[in-house]
Nanobody, 126 residues
Framework: QVQLVQSGGGLVQAGGSLRLSCAAS????????MGWFRQAPGKEREFVAA??????????YYADSVKGRFSMSRDSVKNTVFLQMNSLKPEDTAVYYC?????????????????WGQGTQVTVSS
């Protein structure tokens, strides 16, 4: 079992930055694919970023819509992953979720993830 607790988020003007945190407990996240997703009102949950392990090497992938603006990182000591969001746009407004999936999962599919954080609201004003 993995428990994910999120923090961060809030209201920011366009062009601003926010950082989301996701603390994992129960098991070390290095045994899992860790992902960030978001869901805007009336829309499906969409992939934002994920870190995938291949052996002891971690690879991070991003949705095209956030590439170059968002950065996913991790603190192995604190068992926490982060999503640094820069140059935010109004269309980034959504509830953001971190999630954990077993290794080998298709990282961009929400249905592949077994564990989810509680979600945190990010609102970008124009």
């Amino acid at each position: 079992q993995v428990q994910l607790v999120q923090s961060g988020g809030g209201l920011v003007q366009a062009g601003g930055s926010l950082r989301l945190s996701c603390a994992a407990s129960g098991r070390t996240f290095s045994g899992y694919t860790m992902g960030w997703f978001r869901q805007a009102p009336g829309k499906e949950r969409e992939f934002v970023a994920a870190t995938v392990w291949s052996g002891s090497v971690a690879y991070t992938y991003y949705a095209d819509s956030v590439k170059g603006r968002f950065s996913m990182s991790r603190d192995s000591v604190k068992n926490t992953v982060f999503l640094q969001m820069n140059s935010l746009k109004p269309e980034d407004t959504a509830v953001y979720y971190c999630a954990a999936a077993s290794r080998g999962a298709t990282y961009s599919r929400p249905s592949e993830y077994s564990y989810w954080g509680q979600g945190t609201q990010v609102t970008v004003s124009s």
